[in-house]
């Protein structure tokens, strides 16, 4: 499976502020997704993030409040904007596998803390 | 949509021990079942799959078992270790939503 590495590992904000996550692929990939993970909870999908098309956004996600970039096959980012102690969470991007055919692999996370 | 329910929530299982973790999903036309392991502070990573085409599939100590009749599908740890423990989610693909949806997750302890 690919190698993903985002960036930062973690981080604590002030509210108000925003934060870029970074996910790095080590291979090109079609398929990249962002989730959110709060502490004891499951996943929740943020987006789906296509290279050349705006990112897809699930219910309760807009992209005024997570903008995503996706410039090319082995990257993307997710901006929390604005943020508020809600945002408090884990970040993760995740892609599909060589074979696209669902399976998806995650990267590390990003722990956000914001006081 | 697509819904997955997780049971246990929680599973307590002494050392050498089999584990069972089961998950109902309600879109019928769904065709893909992986089950992700997280261990504390760590990513999820995915452990097996199985797809709609096969009823069982077995990696070692883990296996799958899916019925697509009455739509749940199970995990099953054999001969459990100390480093089993962990959080296991399972998860469908659902074609009507083209996504995968998790379920809550299972914690399971591992007992010496």
């Known amino acids: 499976s690919a190698v993903i590495s985002q960036k930062p590992s973690r981080d604590i904000c002030q509210r108000g502020t925003s934060l870029t996550i970074q996910c790095q692929v080590d291979s090109q990939v079609t398929m990249m997704f962002w989730y959110r993970q709060q502490p004891g909870q499951s996943l929740t999908l943020i987006a789906t993030a296509n290279q050349g098309s705006e990112a897809t956004y699930e219910s309760g996600f807009v992209i005024d409040k997570f903008p995503i970039s996706r410039p090319n096959l082995t990257f993307s980012t997710l901006t929390v904007s604005n943020m508020s102690p809600e945002d408090s969470s884990i970040y993760l991007c995740?892609?599909?596998?060589?074979?696209?055919?669902?399976?998806?692999?995650f990267g590390p996370g990003t722990r956000l803390t914001v006081t | 949509g697509e819904n997955v329910e997780q049971h246990p929530s929680t599973l307590s299982v002494q050392e050498g021990d089999s584990a069972v973790i089961k998950c109902t999903y309600s879109?019928?036309?769904?065709?893909?079942f992986p089950w992700y392991k997280q261990e504390l502070g760590k990513r999820p990573q995915l452990i097996i799959d199985?797809?709609?085409?096969?009823g069982e599939k077995k990696d070692q100590r883990i296996a799958v078992t899916l019925n697509k009749t009455a739509k749940h599908f199970s995990l099953h740890i054999t001969e459990t270790q100390p480093e089993d423990s962990a959080v296991y989610f399972c998860a469908a693909f659902g074609r009507r939503d083209d996504k995968i949806i998790f379920g809550k997750g299972t914690r399971l302890h591992i007992l010496p």
């Open positions: 879109d019928s036309a769904s065709n893909y």
């Open positions: 995740s892609v599909e596998g060589a074979s696209r055919d669902h399976e998806q692999y």
């Open positions: 199985i797809r709609s085409n096969v």
